[in-house]
């Protein structure tokens, strides 16, 4: 009394659909009869069949069906089929409703000739069969990837570079060439001698010298038969490079600083001008030495001038580009640093003790000055001051013994540009 019993009931449909049924419990105690329900899942391959085509002996090719469960209940199974055919992923398969599932087959032939074959689906929710066919061959067969090349737009007198494949599949060697005609070309590759299962880049070049679009075929001719894949492209129109002004002139210049000038480049064309401005020394492209212009765009080249010696300095700015190259002379003089003295100059009467200023004027890039006196007319010289920062003046009190000889010099501490009084001055 009170004791219990598992009872494990199985459902195994042997077709599609709702299975009702009852399990009957008979005994001295009493009948029942609880009901049972149940639906058997529905196998659906969609590919109808397989053909692997030609391939060479001792290769092989994987096609794939799609098994897919039609029915309300999980779906289970499994593929198979015979040599030369095998199934490399989806063997088996677990569905539930809607689901479907990829079942890889691959065609290894080992012989030449026709191979005919099927696949058996086998599964709780009914058995299918889907037939196989291939052919091994140990002739050469050609094969050509991508199926087309599509260059866009390329600027006409430019070319532009695109690839085919070309492969041997099947099982001998693959000779042949490629051909096309203007304004596409062969850039290489054109011949192939391809052992089974090799491959070779044949590389189009396509060189547009009109504006428009052009569709071309590229003819693979081949002991494995022939194909001729489309090639298409667009000539686009031209940019033009123009250079203002015709030249550039920096004048005089200190040696030891520099002066920018500036070229305007404009592509006074169509499409896209490209490209860079380059110089030698003493002259630098210091901004704007690369450019991308769309039609009717400028940009301003700036060219800087930076004299290390005196004298001329004739250059060039080399502008290149896709549109072809122009050069701009650039002219300069450069010049020493100057120092001038401007008081005392010559002439004055300076007093001894007396507060004066020394003054001067200079060009170039100094920073500080050394000043020396002369009482015999430049003979010989004292400092006065070994370095002071060249403010251009410095105060001083005017020393004896007196002088109808005094000069007064004013140099770079180097001692490399000077500049003193024009003439004698007198200390009394």
Known sequence: PGASQLVVVRFSPTVTGSAPGTVAFTSNGGNVSPPLTGTGGAIRVIQTSLDFGTVAVGSWRDLSFTVQNTGTSTLTGNASTSAPYSITSGASFSLGPGASQAVV??????????APGTVAFTSNGGNLSRPVTGTGSTL????????SLSFGTVTVGTSKDLSFTVQNTGG??????????????????????????????????FSPTVTGSVTRTVAFTSNGGNVSPPVTGTGGAAPVIAVTPSSLSFGTVIVGTSKDLTFTVKNSGAGTLTGSAATSAPYSIVSGGSFTLGSGASQLVRVRFTPTAPGSASGTVA?????????RPVTGTGASPTITV???????????????TIQWTYTGVISAVRIDLSRDGGVTWQTLFSSTPNDKSQPWTVTGPSTTQARVRVCDVSMVVCGASNTNFTIQ
């Not at 050469?140 to 199926?147: A, F, N, R, Y």
């Not at 096309?180 to 070779?200: D, H």
Request: net charge positive; proline share 8%.
């Open 105 to 114: 087959v691959r065609f290894s032939p080992t012989v030449t000739g026709t």
């Open 342 to 356: 401007s008081a005392p100059k010559g002439g004055e009467t300076w007093s001894v003790n007396a507060n004066k």
């Open 140 to 147: 050469p067969v050609i094969g050509v990837t991508p199926s």
């Open 319 to 327: 502008f290149t580009s896709n549109a072809g190259n122009v050069s």
């Open 172 to 205: 001998s060697t693959l000779t042949g060439s490629a051909s096309t005609s203007a304004p596409y070309s062969i850039a290489s590759g054109a011949s192939f001698n391809l052992g089974p299962g090799a491959s070779q880049l044949v590389m189009v070049r």
